[in-house]
């Protein structure tokens, strides 16, 4: 049957209502059509039909969600001959060297979905595309032209801002001979390895020079001249002595500083029974919460839910005090001016200990 023929068909059914059996062979195939992973847009274009009629032929338990929909948009996608091409072509740029940048630049696409046509084993590592940035910078850089240009004069930093890299790229293509030494040296410095007389330098020294007018009369460092001078006859400071750490006596512990407290430890037990509070008591006592808190038995501290309640104002007016009066005919305004509370906390309150009237 045509798709041409079908349509009609279906059509016919749908306004006249009848034909049980052709009407459960266009059922079959627009479920067979949806099992083998077309949308209900197209399986609708295709029979000529809505999207609702389509629906409601496909059984609920058969229907996709949104998740399992969009991934199958996507295989379907990936399996036209268009789909196919555009991620042959990206990865064949891809293979030959180019970044993710460059092949969307090249195809006229994103690099989001360069990545997502290129298979994970096919994908760079950060060091491999290190690599490949470092060779693409060696191809375009004038090695001949930076070696003139820095025998010249001109510095690393201003070779690597003019080619736009590093100078530490400028550096690695200059020849270890060419290379100048770094802050201001002296002529001997620049001359290379020095051939100094060790004799001579270690009978001046024994005569009592210092090693700091050897190293001015030879033009070079006081390193140098150390290196020269046997240990046993150097003349230099003496290795410092270390002290030797006075152990500590295990048993006996640092004194403890305890606080002056203006009220007696029994009124603060007292008054926190009462139901003050340990910051209350604390600023009585000039001392801090935690003291107030030591004083007094873990069995009777107070929770943080109960310290709320206990500080709270008027706690005779509990939610089911609040539901009688309101039952008596009074308004929650009145209950509020009566308790010395605000509207809103008579409420919350109203609503304690059970649903509200």
Not at 96 to 115: F, H, Q, Y
Not at 124 to 134: E, F, H, M
Not at 338 to 356: D, H, M
Request: proline residues 6%; contains cysteine; charged residues 35%.
């Amino acid at each position: 049957m045509s798709n041409l023929l079908l349509r009609s068909v279906v059509g016919l059914v749908i306004e006249q209502g009848s034909g049980d059996m052709v009407m459960a062979e266009v059922t079959s195939l627009i479920r067979r059509r949806y099992r083998e992973g077309v949308s209900v847009r197209a399986v609708a274009k295709e029979l000529g039909v809505s999207k609702d009629t389509v629906q409601r032929q496909l059984l609920p338990e058969e229907r996709r969600s949104a998740v399992d929909a969009a991934r199958q948009r996507y295989k379907n996608r990936a399996e036209t001959q268009e789909e196919q091409k555009l991620r042959r072509e990206v990865i064949r740029l891809y293979r030959s060297g180019k970044s993710c940048v460059e092949v969307a630049s090249d195809l006229g696409i994103t690099p989001p979905m360069v990545r997502l046509r290129i298979p994970q084993q096919l994908r760079r590592t950060p060091r491999d595309a290190a690599s490949l940035i470092g060779k693409r910078v060696a191809a375009r850089l004038p090695e001949q032209e930076i070696i003139r240009r820095y025998r010249k004069g001109e510095s690393l930093t201003a070779l690597g801002k003019r080619y736009s890299v590093h100078p530490s790229t400028i550096r690695r293509r200059i020849p270890q001979n060419v290379i100048r030494p770094r802050g201001p040296v002296s002529p001997s410095q620049r001359r290379g390895p020095l051939d100094l007389p060790t004799e001579e330098i270690r009978q001046r020294y024994r005569k009592g020079e210092s090693a700091y007018s050897l190293a001015k009369a030879f033009a070079v460092s006081q390193t140098v001249i150390r290196r020269r001078i046997p240990d046993d006859e150097w003349r230099g400071r003496p290795p410092r002595q270390q002290s030797v750490p006075q152990r500590s006596n295990p048993k006996r512990r640092p004194s403890v500083r305890q606080a002056k407290l203006r009220i007696p430890p029994t009124e603060i037990l007292l008054r926190y029974r009462a139901g003050e509070s340990a910051s209350a008591l604390a600023r009585a006592a000039g001392a801090s919460c935690m003291t107030i808190v030591r004083l007094i038995p873990e069995d009777e501290r107070r929770t943080s839910h109960q310290a709320k309640q206990a500080k709270r104002r008027a706690p005779d007016f509990t939610g089911a005090e609040i539901r009688r009066r309101r039952a008596r005919g009074e308004t929650v305004r009145e209950i509020a001016a009566a308790a010395g509370l605000s509207v809103k906390t008579v409420r919350k309150r109203q609503q304690e200990g059970g649903e509200v009237q």
